[in-house]
Nanobody, 126 residues
Framework: QLQLVESGGGFVQPGGSLRLSCAAS????????IGWFRQAPGKEREGVSC????????DYLDSVKGRFTISRDNAKNTVYLRMNSLAPEDTAVYYC???????????????????WGQGTQVTVSS
């Protein structure tokens, strides 16, 4: 059974940090690009970052560049999103997703991904 499970979300004050994890099961992670998306209250889901099979990272939001870092540990079947200097605007449910086909490039379109996690809530507030 294909599955992605996010963890690591929580409540943090502005300027704080969190590291999200996306644990994969039911497939071999190293063959797939993995993306992180987020959905803030009342807004559409948006792509945050993606990591390719060779470890190349793409950031899709100017607002997170320099603050968020995506990485992967294929041995642990896990992708991470390190988030520093968090701001209230980063409050959202964060999702990870698997690209549809092996070795496909990262993409911003949601329909390029075929497996999604349940999401983890990140709340940034003083």
């Amino acid at each position: 059974q294909l599955q992605l499970v996010e963890s690591g979300g929580g409540f943090v004050q502005p300027g704080g940090s969190l590291r999200l994890s996306c644990a994969a099961s039911g497939f071999t992670l190293r063959y797939y690009a993995i993306g992180w998306f987020r959905q803030a209250p009342g807004k559409e889901r948006e792509g945050v970052s993606c990591i390719s099979t060779n470890g190349g990272a793409e950031d899709y939001l100017d607002s997170v560049k320099g603050r968020f870092t995506i990485s992967r540990d294929n041995a642990k079947n896990t992708v991470y999103l390190r988030m520093n200097s968090l701001a209230p605007e980063d409050t959202a449910v964060y999702y990870c997703a698997r690209i549809q086909f092996r070795y496909n490039r990262c993409a911003t379109r949601e329909n390029a991904y075929d497996t999604w996690g349940q999401g983890t809530q990140v709340t940034v507030s003083s």
